[in-house]
């Protein structure tokens, strides 16, 4: 997908739903901006979480988005946690060139009580677990997964442990959620969320080593950094960042980015718009019903009917089990 180059300004702002790309060739940095409103909503409001479900589930899908939206080819990039915490599955799933989709598994009890005890971090809700990142190319090309242990670690620094780890790029992550009033929509509060990942890429890759990955059992990874003057002032610059200015539609992804590199010449490019679509169908179940057996068929059926609901979208599908039968007859 090739990147537009415009100034800061030039055409409009990108708005929600949108990744802003941007590069500042003067530290060597390159990465990805986003603002997430309606779409994000829409998700969420649909699904009718507990709010710190859907706080962890809308910092999963801004992950997604963030990392999806780089894939230069159609396919998939998916985000999925399985732990032992109350919320026990998040799974955001990005297909190329924009759509996007996701849910949550929890136990309603376990996240009751979290609720009432005040542990509703990333870290409590998730416990210990795996992050998997998953990018596939279709039916005929191999997946590829990296695969980052969390144990009490937030999305934020599960990502960074996988760029250091895997693709050892020196790379900052930041995630922000909040449920905000609108005005002019008779004080209805909705979701919002925010992102912002930086990474270090420079011509030279002596520059850009890791000299320190993680040694294993007892490393607490704070040696697995890069020593370069470019980076630690990315890195600097990156750590004032308030949650608020990545919320704030009136900040917007450009002007986030031209407050925090303008001294260095900042690039932004053509932002790519991301959708709430969901790739299931009606054709698309009947094709996978129609190759069941009649006694799958029977099993499948209540009172007479075959529902299947999409986790996803919560699209509820009905089906006549005699307009399969009857093909065999």
Not at 156 to 168: G, V, W
Request: proline letters at 4%; glycine letters at 8%.
């Amino acid at each position: 997908m090739a990147e537009t180059q415009r100034n800061l300004g030039e055409f409009g702002f990108a708005g929600d739903d949108h990744v802003v790309p941007f590069a500042v060739e003067a530290l060597d940095i390159r990465g990805r901006s986003v603002q997430l409103g309606r779409l994000i909503d829409a998700i969420l409001s649909r699904h009718n979480y507990p709010e710190p479900v859907a706080r962890l589930l809308a910092e999963a899908m801004t992950l997604t988005v963030l990392l999806g939206t780089s894939l230069k080819f159609q396919g998939k990039f998916i985000v999925q946690t399985r732990s032992d915490g109350p919320v026990s599955l998040l799974v955001a799933d990005f297909s190329t060139p924009h759509s996007l989709r996701a849910y949550a598994s929890y136990d309603a009890e376990l996240v009751d009580e979290a609720i009432k005890a005040g542990r509703t971090s990333t870290e409590d809700l998730l416990g210990k677990g795996v992050l998997a990142l998953t990018v596939d190319q279709g039916a005929h090309m191999q997946r590829y997964q990296g695969i980052v242990p969390l144990d009490q670690t937030s999305l934020e620094e599960a990502a960074k442990i996988y760029f250091r780890q895997s693709e050892q790029i020196p790379t900052d992550v930041r995630l922000a959620v909040a449920r905000q009033l609108v005005r002019g929509e008779g004080g209805e509060a909705r979701w919002r969320a925010g992102g912002l990942i930086t990474q270090f890429l420079p011509a030279s890759q002596d520059r850009a080593r890791l000299p320190d990955l993680h040694g294993g059992d007892g490393d607490d990874g704070q040696n697995g950094h890069v020593e370069d003057d470019s980076w630690s002032e990315a890195q600097a610059l990156v750590a004032t960042v308030e949650p608020s200015e990545l919320l704030d539609p009136t900040v917007g992804s450009e002007r986030l980015l031209y407050r925090l590199f303008h001294e260095h010449g900042v690039r932004v490019f053509e932002g790519t718009p991301v959708r709430d679509e969901c790739s299931c169908s009606r054709e698309r179940l009947h094709g996978i019903l129609a190759g069941f057996t009649a006694e799958e068929m029977k099993e499948s059926a209540e009172e007479g009917v075959i529902k299947i609901s999409c986790e996803f979208c919560s699209e509820t599908y009905h089906f006549d089990p005699a307009e399969f039968l009857n093909k065999d007859q």
